[in-house]
Structure formats: C-alpha cells, structure tokens
C-alpha cells in the first residue's frame, strides 16, 4: 500500500533531550516535507526537500533539523526539544514539485509533548 | 497569510450535498484552487484542484466562477464520514502551500 509512515505516533520527552522522529514514504517521490500543527495556527511548513542531498527552511525551521541521503526517508530531528515544540507534526511527499501538479500524501501524524 | 476565505464552519445533513464556498479574490492567473481535508487529527487527504474549468472526481467535484474569484467544493452525497475541516488552497507552481483555518463541515445524522 503507498503510504507515509511516521514514527512514533505519540512521543513524551523531557527539555534539552535529542530526539529524531522518522518518516519514511514507498512511492518513490522526490519531494518531502516537514509540518506543526497548532491549535489556531493551522499547519505550518518546517522544512522541506526537493530530491535526496536537497533541503531548504520552511516557515519555521528553527529549532530542527532534517537530512535526505536517501529518497524514501526524511528524518525530522530536534537536538535540544523544548516546550515551545510541543505539536502535532506532518510528513508529506508528493512526486515532484511540492504538490503543484500531484497532491500531497501525508503521514498520520506524531504527536509530541516536551515537559 | 492563507490568500483565501472560508466560513468556519458548517452543518450538512446526512445524504445531502454539502456545499463548501472558499473565497480567493485576489488569485492570478497562475494560481490553481486546491482542497485538502483533515479528518480528526490525521493527516490531511486531498481532495480535488483546479485552474479555471470546473473539475469532478470520485470524492468531490470542484466549482470556480468565470472570474476565478470564488469556487465551491461539492461533496454531492455526504455521510458521516466527510465530517472534517476542509482547506481551499491557492497557489502557484513556485509557491509554498499554506493551509489556512479551514471550514469545520459537520454531518449531522
């Protein structure tokens, strides 16, 4: 089945502690990324990546980091969490050009608390 | 800031057409109207995109006036599982997608 497939699914951590959550799609497409979701903030873009080795700032990058050495995976990584992170974050892919011409497929969600 | 305006939120009854509008008066012509869906807290789905013609698929059909200032998103049969927040997106090739607040459409039975 094409899927996004997030790791975990709900996450608690404590401040300062690192942590890396992985999202990884079977479809073979190019383009991923990276969102939060806030209450009343909607979903804002963290980072995202046209093809493997290629990353760029989203909305609100700081704080995060992200890597593409391979096509399928797309690891989020947060390397002092803290409160402030608290969210619901997205992974999406779609074949090429960031969902202009073919939707976006998102992942189902991780949720994260930093105490 | 999202470029488009949606009620937030609606009531449907069950097996009826649920009629969502989305305003964009200030679109290009290089920009397409896109929806996308979320369904409690998962992922958002797509739905359907346009440029100027109306569109139809399996979930949904896709209505944007002459003048591209507004559309409308028909689920033509809608169940309780269409209950969600729905998202009208605009955008161009080169622009990011922004997700706005979106319309919470309620199913009632």
């Known amino acids: 089945e094409a899927q996004v497939t997030q790791n975990p699914r709900y996450l608690i951590t404590v401040t300062g502690k690192k942590l890396t959550v992985t999202c990884s799609q079977n479809?073979?497409?190019?383009?991923m990324s990276w969102y939060r979701q806030d209450p009343g903030l909607g979903l804002r873009q963290i980072y995202y990546?046209?093809?493997?080795?290629?990353?760029d700032k989203g909305d609100v990058p700081e704080g995060y980091k992200v890597s593409r050495k391979e096509k399928r995976n797309f690891p989020l990584i947060l390397e002092s969490p803290s409160p402030n992170q608290t969210s619901l974050y997205f992974c999406?892919?779609?074949?090429?050009?960031?969902?202009?011409?073919?939707?976006?497929?998102f992942g189902n969600g991780t949720r994260l608390t930093v105490t | 800031d999202a470029k488009t305006t949606q009620p937030t939120s609606m009531d449907c009854a069950e097996g009826r057409a649920a009629n969502l509008p989305c305003n964009h008066s200030t679109i290009s012509g290089n920009e397409y109207v896109y929806w996308y869906r979320q369904i409690h807290s998962q992922g958002p789905q797509y739905i359907i995109h346009?440029?100027?013609n109306n569109e139809t698929n399996e979930m949904a059909s896709l209505i944007i006036t002459e003048d591209r200032k507004s559309s409308t998103l028909i689920l033509p049969h809608a169940t309780l599982r269409d209950t969600a927040v729905y998202y009208c997106?605009?955008?161009?090739?080169?622009?990011?997608?922004?997700f706005g607040k979106g319309t919470r459409l309620h199913i009632l039975p």
């Open positions: 990546s046209m093809n493997v080795e290629v990353t």
């Open positions: 997106i605009v955008r161009a090739r080169d622009d990011k997608i922004i």
């Open positions: 479809m073979n497409h190019e383009y």
């Open positions: 346009g440029l100027k």
């Open positions: 999406a892919s779609s074949p090429e050009d960031g969902g202009f011409n073919s939707p976006l497929h």
